[in-house]
């Protein structure tokens, strides 16, 4: 389905390179980013992202109107995420509006899914919750107890690789409109299954750079703004790594 899309471009290591830090123009008393502070606006992402995934669910999935909210919600979320990633500053605006669209996004899109797959695999889209959050609990414990760290050479790796997803799901998206797209990447032989398998893993290794800029960040001194930044990158980091999750388990239900 090509509306399943990859990569994470709100963080890498030049996300507070452009960043001006300076009392002079932040004032001597001014706030600065603390991780807490981040944590507190992602979990405040969230609230509102589950809230709208449920109002998706419940409301918009059931209407004759659902594609063209799930469409519309994708879009104005996907411009909304571009707005924040060239527009940094723009983040404490913006953020709530990207959780937001992509809620209502999810929401529908899984409550289509759990619908078509409930015979083949009921409940399919909790498991890919659980799933999500597992992992991102993982990804969080191995970053906090030192598992993995955001080396040089972990760091390029892994962008590298989400570069490439993000290419290779752009060059599957400009052959759909052809009336081809790529095979093996939507069927569910075991070549497919594992490049999303791949691909779930790479989502979940941009938790460990999310986590690291976060506290670089904090570190250097970035303005208090950057918390709802921070918030924003991880919001996408989880929406990435729920939707390939549904795609791998969507793959291995048609399999049955």
């Given amino acids: 389905m090509s509306i399943f899309k990859g990569g994470n471009p709100a963080l890498n290591e030049k996300t507070f390179d452009n960043a001006t830090f300076s009392n002079e123009l932040e004032g001597l008393n001014s ?23 449920a109002f998706g669910w419940l409301r918009i999935a059931q209407s004759p109107d659902a594609t063209i909210w799930m469409f519309g919600s994708m879009i104005v979320g996907t411009i909304l995420a571009f707005v924040i990633i060239f527009k940094k500053e723009w983040a404490p605006q913006l953020a709530l509006g990207y959780a937001l669209c992509e809620g209502i996004f999810l929401g529908t899109v899984s409550a ?31 970053y906090y107890f030192r598992i993995l760290k955001a080396t ?49 893993g790479i989502a979940a290794l ?34 990435w790594l729920y939707l390939e999750m549904l795609k791998l388990l969507m793959k291995l239900a048609n399999r049955k």
């Fill in 31 to 53: 706030e600065r980013m603390t991780v807490r502070g981040a944590a507190g606006k992602f979990g405040a992402m969230m609230i509102m992202l589950l809230l709208a995934a």
């Fill in 206 to 239: 941009n938790f460990v750079l999310d986590f690291a800029m976060i506290e670089r960040g904090a570190e250097a001194g970035a303005p208090k703004q950057f918390e709802w930044y921070g918030a924003f990158a991880l919001t996408v980091t989880i929406v």
């Fill in 112 to 142: 289509i899914v759990n619908t078509l797959f409930e015979a083949k695999y009921p409940g399919i889209a909790g498991q890919a919750v659980l799933l999500t959050l597992g992992v991102a609990v993982a990804m969080f414990g191995l």
């Fill in 152 to 200: 040089p050479i972990f760091t390029k790796v892994v962008l590298i690789a989400t570069m490439g997803i993000a290419i290779f799901y752009l060059i599957d998206l400009v052959l759909h409109w052809t009336g081809n797209g790529v095979p093996f990447l939507h069927d569910s032989s075991p070549l497919s299954i594992g490049i999303s398998l791949f691909i779930v």
